[in-house]
């Protein structure tokens, strides 16, 4: 009777939670998570998020129920009854004046693993520093919460903050303090195990497998799922990896020590990613082994130019050259006539692509072709990784043994006296067609080198063999069989342009809001130097933030909106560009995305939900703004 009891209330304030329109104080922070529901943006991980409106007419304060009213807007309308078109609404209620404004706008704020409650402005809310203040004062009048911070999430509110009389809170102490981390938002079914990275590459690990891991993973194995206890950048090669294999991946800094989780070691489980938790479940064996049976697809085989002899210069690059130099060099050609045309970033000098020809005829008249035939048929009858191994490994030896057909180099250095390239420092990158392509970004995957100009050791010549023989990699053979890619269709190019040896910082953009589905705003990851942003060292931390100029918008229009996630720990927590460094970087972003949108990938997805992987740098005494590469990104 009593179990049947405590049901019944269970019941009962769920469906309180759900019927309640608003209160109009929080007296225990069970009124709070009454009413409470997951923020609109999935920034951090293990947040509640309450919204609050001050009528600034009757001069009263709802607590709205956010399960119900998923937006200010909705409770203004449906609850309040107060007619009005969104536009209005926020042109009105989002500005600083009050010669139109009805509604003091904002969100109280959860956070778990710190233990704290914040009051939170959106982005695009220019609120006086007055109206900030007595908001909350109002809320600590009327709520238990005592220990309430601002979250100074925006630019603006950081450059008011010697302004404000009251606590506060940066992204910085918040992305610290993090436990969880969504990073692929999927589920799958395997056998769960715990995994030394040290000891990774001996492991039989099995596709069937979901891991927990103790370290960073540099290189994600093929398996059905990752749990890291390390934060991710949302660009990050494991980040993208997990998202391309529409696999569930998630960052839980307890999981290696997790009792719970150390219960369901080496047992057939569940496991679902969610914005907000994740949840792994064991399952029985039939199950599991219905679930992980793999389907027979259908072979994909890739287009391939091989007559193509000449050397291409980057400004005759465009996207129908992927059969011809690959992914990455035909994007190219597309980021150089947008710059051309808006002088708002540069692309690298001295650029041209090495068509396949070349690496096909290396191969072919040193008889390494044989090689990668024998290899290809042998791993496609026996699927053994361990000969596979050995085969591979022989074939990237022979490319970098065999010599290089010495009117290459000398067109290449033809090519860059007749350019003027005064550049010493080339950098040869990898361009395949199984690489920077719709449904396989081949990131991570092959290898880059540089060249130096009349330089005995570090030859042109062994970049371009070092470029052409990472095709033949194990990750990226492996990768290229789970997604069925007919492997005797694939070939290496070569994108060449000048290298960076000093930039100032390096960076990595997607163009779509990855934290709030179908909303604007442009993810940008950026680091000081050389350090990468997709790899970083052990407790390296890269700034992240979301930028919204450029959107056609009215919402953040002429407001220079810079939403700070996370700071480089490599600089002092603060932004390492000036503010309109980065608002140039977001407009230009925006330029690219229409452009690929409507021309190269025509209309794939809506707007909002395309996106572009895009690869820059920030480089001289001016810190120019250099676009070296855009991918489609599959998500």
């Known amino acids: 009777m009593r179990a049947k009891l405590v049901i019944v209330f269970f019941l009962l304030f769920q469906l309180v939670g759900y019927t309640q329109n608003y209160k109009a104080e929080l007296t225990t922070p069970s009124d709070f998570m009454l009413l409470a529901h997951k923020p609109l943006s999935n920034k951090y991980g293990f947040v509640k998020s309450l919204k609050i409106i001050y009528d600034l007419k009757s001069k009263k304060l709802y607590y709205s129920n956010s399960k119900r009213f998923k937006y200010h807007f909705e409770f203004v309308t449906e609850y309040l009854e107060r007619q009005q078109s969104l536009d209005n609404f926020n042109e009105y209620n989002y500005a600083a004046s009050h010669s139109k404004k009805e509604y003091l706008l904002a969100n109280i704020n959860f956070y778990e693993s710190l233990n704290t409650y914040t009051l939170e402005l959106s982005p695009a809310d220019n609120m006086s520093i007055k109206d900030i203040q007595f908001l909350y004062e109002l809320v600590k009048r009327t709520s238990f919460i005592q220990n309430l911070k601002l979250f100074l999430n925006t630019e603006r509110l950081i450059d008011t903050k010697a302004t404000l009389s009251l606590p506060t809170i940066k992204a910085d102490a918040i992305y610290k303090n ?124 890739l287009k391939l130019d091989l007559q193509t002899n000449t050397l291409i210069p980057g400004v005759n690059l465009h996207h129908k050259l992927i059969k011809t130099v690959g992914g990455k060099a035909a994007n190219f050609g597309e980021l150089y006539k947008i710059a051309s045309k808006t002088n708002g970033f540069k692309v690298p000098e001295c650029s041209f692509a090495i068509p396949f020809y070349f690496y096909h005829q290396h191969v072919k008249s040193h008889k390494i072709d044989r090689l990668i035939n024998n290899a290809i048929e042998e791993y496609t009858l026996h699927k053994n990784d361990s000969v596979l191994k050995v085969n591979l490994k022989q074939i990237r030896s022979d490319i970098k043994k065999a010599p290089i057909n010495t009117s290459l180099i000398t067109e290449i250095h033809t090519y860059l006296s007749q350019t003027d390239c005064s550049y010493d420092r080339i950098r040869f990158r990898s361009s395949t067609n199984a690489e920077d392509i719709v449904g396989f970004s081949g990131a991570g995957l092959y290898t880059s080198k540089t060249g130096i100009k009349n330089h005995q050791k570090k030859t042109f010549e062994k970049a371009i063999k070092t470029v052409w023989a990472s095709l033949w990699k194990k990750r990226a053979f492996l990768e290229r069989d789970l997604y069925n890619i007919n492997q005797q269709s694939v070939a290496m190019g070569v994108l060449v342009h000048r290298s960076f040896p000093n930039e100032y910082a390096n960076g990595v953009a997607i163009t779509k809001n990855l934290y709030r589905k179908n909303f604007y705003g442009n993810v940008i990851n950026l680091q000081l130097g050389e350090e990468p942003v997709v790899n970083p060292k052990p407790n390296v931390t890269s700034e992240q933030i979301i930028c919204y100029e450029g959107a056609k918008v009215d919402l953040y229009k002429n407001k220079k909106v810079i939403e700070i996630i996370s700071y480089s720990s490599l600089h002092n927590n603060q932004l390492i560009l000036e503010q309109e460094k980065i608002l140039n970087l977001s407009k230009q972003l925006y330029i690219l995305k229409k452009h690929f949108y409507r021309k190269v990938y025509k209309r794939r997805k809506t707007f909002l939900n395309f996106g572009l992987d895009v690869e820059f740098k920030i480089d001289g005494p001016n810190k120019d703004l250099y676009i070296k590469q855009a991918r489609y990104f599959n998500d």
């Open 178 to 301: 993090q436990q969880y981390q969504a990073i692929s938002t999927e589920k799958s079914f395997g056998k769960l195990r715990f995994v030394n990275i040290d000891s990774l590459k001996w492991l039989n690990i099995k596709r069937t497998d979901i891991i927990i891991v103790d370290k960073p993973v540099l290189n994600l194995p093929i398996v059905n799922g990752v749990i890291t206890t390390r934060m991710q950048t949302p660009l990050s090669h494991i980040s993208v990896l997990g998202i391309n294999r529409k696999i569930p991946v998630a960052t839980y800094k307890n999981a290696y020590t997790s009792k719970s989780l150390r219960a369901l070691k080496n047992q057939f489980v569940s496991f679902e990613v969610k914005l907000d938790t994740f949840y792994i479940k064991p399952v029985s064996l039939e199950k599991f082994q219905r679930k992980t049976k793999r389907r027979k697809n259908k072979i994909k085989t």
